[in-house]
Antibody
Framework: EVLLVESGGGLVQPGGSLRLSCATS????????MNWVRQAPGKGLEWVAY????????YYPDSVKGRFTISRDNTRNSVFLQMDSLRAEDTAFYHC?????????????WGPGTLVTVSS | SFDLTQPPSMSVSPGQTATITCYGD??????VCWYQQRPGQSPVLVMY???RRPSGIPDRFSGSKSGTIATLTISGAQAVDEADYYC?????????FGGGTKLTVL
């Protein structure tokens, strides 16, 4: 079965750090570009990171640039999101999402998400 | 910065046609995707490249685009279609989502 499963979320104080993991199965990770997308409770979707299939190209929006770091280990079928200097506004469910081929960067596979809560 | 604007909510009667819009200026040079997110679930891709349906998506879902407006149409809406719908595009290097439209089928 083709699956993405995130882990590593939890409660962290403002200024703290967390490392999220996305375990993939059922497909060859090295063939796919991957993203992280977050969703604050009751709010919309916000893209937070992209990594190319080889890991050589990485993008972030301004809202997390300099604080979040995406990485991947194709040999371990995993994608990671290191989150530093966390703020209350980073509180959200964090989903990893696989890009399919196609223009516009469609995300055709999503994990269930892991909840990150930033609070003192 | 580039924004995608969706109506926050809309309702449709079962069996009727739901038309969800997504405004962006400009949009004619971009490809638009659509996602369905049912309560408590992860998003599911229901349309890409403006009007292409992924395998497994019912053919009552269709997409179109004209000028600054992309549209997701659900013909013969069913109760299972009640969900949040998000449009998405790409303005290099960023992925951009619309704010979402909550579709109620009643």
């Amino acid at each position: 079965e083709v699956l993405l499963v995130e882990s590593g979320g939890g409660l962290v104080q403002p200024g703290g750090s967390l490392r999220l993991s996305c375990a993939t199965s059922g497909f060859t990770l090295s063939n796919y570009e991957m993203n992280w997308v977050r969703q604050a409770p009751g709010k919309g979707l916000e893209w937070v990171a992209y990594i190319s299939s080889s890991g050589g190209t990485i993008y972030y929006p301004d809202s997390v640039k300099g604080r979040f770091t995406i990485s991947r280990d194709n040999t371990r079928n995993s994608v990671f999101l290191q989150m530093d200097s966390l703020r209350a506004e980073d509180t959200a469910f964090y989903h990893c999402a696989r890009e399919s081929s196609g223009y516009g960067r469609p995300l055709n596979l999503w994990g269930p998400g892991t909840l990150v809560t930033v609070s003192s | 910065s580039f924004d995608l604007t969706q109506p926050p909510s809309m309702s449709v009667s079962p069996g009727q046609t739901a038309t969800i819009t997504c405004y962006g200026d400009p949009l004619d040079d971009k490809n638009v995707c659509w996602y369905q997110q049912r309560p408590g679930q992860s998003p599911v891709l229901v349309m890409y490249e403006d009007k292409r349906r992924p395998s497994g998506i019912p053919d009552r879902f269709s997409g179109s685009k004209s000028g600054t407006i992309a549209t997701l149409t659900i013909s013969g809406a069913q109760a299972v279609d009640e969900a949040d719908y998000y449009c998405q595009t790409w303005v290099s290097p960023n992925v951009i989502f619309g704010g979402g439209t909550k579709l109620t089928v009643l």
